[in-house]
């Protein structure tokens, strides 16, 4: 009994895992650095649509950053994959990556 106990539950992690990464794929957006301000914690970013944030028109957005060692993972000019979240001063971009 106790062992089916632990498959199940192994079994409901793996596919929470599974569908967290769905969702984080979703809420991925593509956009390009235009400019990076180190000092202020923010980033420049021109965008496509970002439905995880309401946004269904393609822009260009000053965003803070969570983690300003954010900042450092890209450069002007990159192609990137970001994610993002809205709170009451603003947008925050939560994770950036290169696009591959």
């Known amino acids: 009994m106790n062992r ?3 498959l199940a539950g192994a079994g409901a992690f793996a596919l929470a895992l599974t569908l967290g990464a769905a969702l984080a794929q979703a809420a991925a957006i593509n956009g390009e650095v235009k400019k990076i301000d180190e000092g202020a914690g923010k980033i420049t970013l021109k965008h496509g649509p970002a ?3 309401g946004m269904d028109e393609p822009m260009t957005m000053v965003y803070r950053v969570k983690d300003p060692a954010l900042l ?8 990137v994959r970001f994610e993002a979240q809205e709170g009451d001063g603003g947008y925050t971009v939560t994770a950036i990556q290169k696009a591959k």
Do not use: F
């Not at 450092?72 to 192609?79: C, F, L, N, T």
């Open 72 to 79: 450092k993972q890209v450069k002007v000019g990159d192609k």
């Open 51 to 53: 439905k995880s944030l």
């Open 4 to 6: 089916m106990i632990q």
